[in-house]
């Protein structure tokens, strides 16, 4: 079984990790063990850089025989985070600078191919438009027209931009107000399943499949 710690940050994507990808990753050999930045009772959302490079490292260092990879978000994600200046809205480039800068720390004899950064766009809730109709049918009083409207303005739902008044979970609440992400989201998570998720985010899709390639040493 191989083991992957999965640092997180928030209850949100905990959850997400343990009732929704950790089914399916467990019949290919590997574990995922969610974990959320910092100290227990820390409050919930993104850190400063220096606190989570501080989290990655001690995981690396303490677990040698196991793999490490993140779930954060690019929405609100402050620029302490390597890349994020430049990035430009290509979580590519703060995955990249995040793995330069923990290999260039970790010295000469780390393995790169043990930690696997992940950077969310824009948010967890950006997967939730994957399906309109089960986002629609979980919502309170919510006509799948709307949601679908949404979803049709983008090529993705990974695109679903990150501004404070239009990033996926404020366009959700602004349709319920009673939107819950930890609960709610999950459940409608768990409704719409990941291999819709994979067809319709590219970039949460090359994830899975590079976490799926450690079934095969």
Not at 37 to 64: C, F, M, N, S, W
Not at 172 to 179: A, F, M, Q, T, V
Request: one cysteine or more; proline letters at 6%; charged letters at 25%.
């Amino acid at each position: 079984m191989v083991r992957v710690h999965v640092l997180v940050e928030g209850q949100t994507e905990e959850t997400f990790v343990n009732r929704v990808l950790r089914s399916h990753f467990w019949p290919l050999g590997i574990q995922l063990c969610p974990r959320q930045l910092g100290k227990p009772g820390h409050p919930p959302g993104i850190v400063e850089y220096p606190r989570a490079r501080g989290d990655i490292l001690a995981t690396l260092r303490q677990e040698t025989n196991s793999l490490c990879t993140t779930m954060f978000d690019y929405y609100a994600m402050p620029h302490s985070w390597p890349g994020r200046k430049e990035a430009g809205g290509r979580p590519e480039t703060i995955e990249r600078a995040i793995l330069d800068d923990i290999s260039a720390e970790m010295g000469s004899g780390f393995h790169q191919a043990r930690f696997i950064p992940y950077v969310q766009m824009h948010e967890f809730e950006a997967l939730l438009f994957s399906e309109p109709k089960s986002l629609a049918a979980s919502l309170e009083s919510v006509e799948e027209s709307a949601v679908q409207q949404i979803r049709d303005q983008f090529s993705s739902p990974e695109e679903i931009d990150d501004s404070q008044e239009t990033a996926p979970s404020k366009r959700i609440e602004r349709l319920d107000s009673s939107y819950q992400k930890v609960n709610d989201g999950i459940l409608i998570a768990q409704r719409i399943g990941i291999n819709v998720m994979r067809a319709e985010c590219p970039h949460f899709n090359e994830w899975i499949q590079r976490l799926e390639t450690l079934a095969h040493g």
